[in-house]
């Protein structure tokens, strides 16, 4: 089993960058790959983008490239989320989410089957 769990969750204000974390703890030393979600207030939850063992990244919300940027440090047994140029529409509670193997291709969360708890952030000024 894998266990992952997020930190760096917090206000930010519109335009302000914000990095989250994700560290995984479980049997770590087989392949997976890490995704991150999020779930805005009343809405489902999407998925934003997904990282590979070996850094391939397979992004889910072409809205966010350029501005949200995954990585990975496998040594750490962490997954990193940098969210630059944070707009109000982006306040939602942030998942991470780990599988074996690779990435989905289409950011389904039913194929996640180890998830962390969530960190809200929140954009406001």
């Known amino acids: 089993q894998l266990q992952p769990v997020e930190y760096g969750g917090g206000l930010v204000q519109p335009g302000g960058s914000l990095t989250l974390s994700c560290i995984i703890s479980g049997f770590t030393r087989r392949r997976h790959a890490i995704g991150w979600f999020r779930q805005a207030p009343g809405k489902g939850r999407e998925g934003v983008t997904c990282?590979?063992?070996?850094?391939?990244?397979?992004n889910y919300a072409s809205s966010l490239e350029g501005r949200f940027t995954i990585s990975r440090d496998n040594m750490k047994r962490t997954s990193y989320l940098r969210m630059n140029g944070l707009k109000p529409e982006d306040t939602a509670v942030y998942f991470c989410?780990?599988?074996?193997?690779?990435?989905?291709?289409?950011?389904?969360?039913?194929?996640?089957?180890?998830w962390g708890q969530g960190t809200q952030v929140t954009v406001s000024a």
């Open positions: 990282i590979n063992s070996d850094g391939s990244v397979q």
């Open positions: 989410a780990a599988r074996w193997d690779v990435c989905t291709v289409d950011g389904g969360e039913g194929l996640y089957a180890y």
